[in-house]
């Protein structure tokens, strides 16, 4: 007997070649597609779903969110030094084994600065038993040193010292309990010769406020011609002055004067 004829299907276009049980259907591409199918029917939400959504509305006004607070500024500055070196006093005997092996003056002076940013984080305190007084007192060990083989930088630093004395913030040692200008002089003279460009610029301050213009007038020029920034404006005053005279007298530029230092 013939087997029945099959039932149509308009909406397969394949409906009239490719029986129910066509081998087709079960090959394994076909099964990944049924597959995938299957997977994005289970995903997209069921009515049910929708209805409890109705009924359970997220709040959002009472959602919590954590917000990380701002962090602390001592902590964040004190985080730039190191542990051992602002807590163990005899660490102190090591780093500084540890920066003469280098041999290196600018590593040295490098480590000094680090020194000066350290106690900087500090309050100033006039007692010497302080982490500052220890940290400052290793930073003028170092500014000696550096000075006496030559270097511009620690001429430069002591001289500064010398010139301000007492008021020197970063200096703790006896030998600066007074103002100094003749060895300040001294320091920025050889700090100059060794190619300092700030030491140019405080020689000239210094013949300025002796009222020795030709000689200051050489130095802000020497510093001004190698970017130094205040240097190049004094300059130009200077050379303002040749044809308004009454520029350049000894109080018309306070702002710039030795006394602050610029």
């Excluded at 490719?18 to 099964?31: E, G, M, Y």
């Excluded at 010497?128 to 290793?138: G, Q, S, V």
């Amino acid at each position: 007997m013939p087997d029945p004829p099959m039932k149509k299907d308009a909406s397969h276009p394949f409906s009239n070649s490719i029986p129910p049980t066509s081998p087709i259907l079960t090959s394994p591409s076909t099964a990944l597609v049924s597959s995938h199918s299957t997977k994005v029917a289970m995903d997209l939400p069921t009515q049910a779903d929708t209805q409890a959504d109705k009924k359970n509305p997220t709040d959002l006004g009472s959602m919590h969110i954590d917000i990380p607070s701002a962090p602390d500024p001592q902590k964040s500055r004190l985080s730039i030094a190191s542990f051992s070196l602002t807590h163990h006093q005899d660490a102190i005997k090591t780093y500084r084994r540890m920066a003469a092996k280098t041999r290196d003056k600018n590593v040295q002076m490098t480590y000094c600065h680090y020194l000066f940013e350290i106690a900087a984080l500090y309050p100033v305190d006039t007692r010497t038993n302080t982490t500052r007084h220890r940290l400052l007192t290793e930073a003028g060990y170092w500014i000696e040193t550096l000075a006496k083989g030559g270097h511009p930088e620690a001429l430069l630093i002591k001289g500064q010292w010398y010139q301000e004395g007492p008021q020197a913030q970063q200096c703790v040692g006896m030998g600066y309990t007074k103002v100094q200008p003749q060895k300040a002089l001294r320091c920025y003279q050889q700090s100059a010769k060794a190619g300092n460009i700030e030491a140019y610029y405080r020689l000239g301050n210094h013949w300025k406020s002796q009222n020795m213009k030709e000689r200051a007038s050489t130095h802000y020029a020497w510093a001004a011609a190698r970017g130094h920034v205040h240097a190049n404006y004094v300059s130009l005053i200077i050379e303002l002055n040749k044809t308004s005279p009454c520029i350049f007298t000894p109080n018309s530029m306070q702002w710039w004067s030795i006394d602050k230092g610029y």
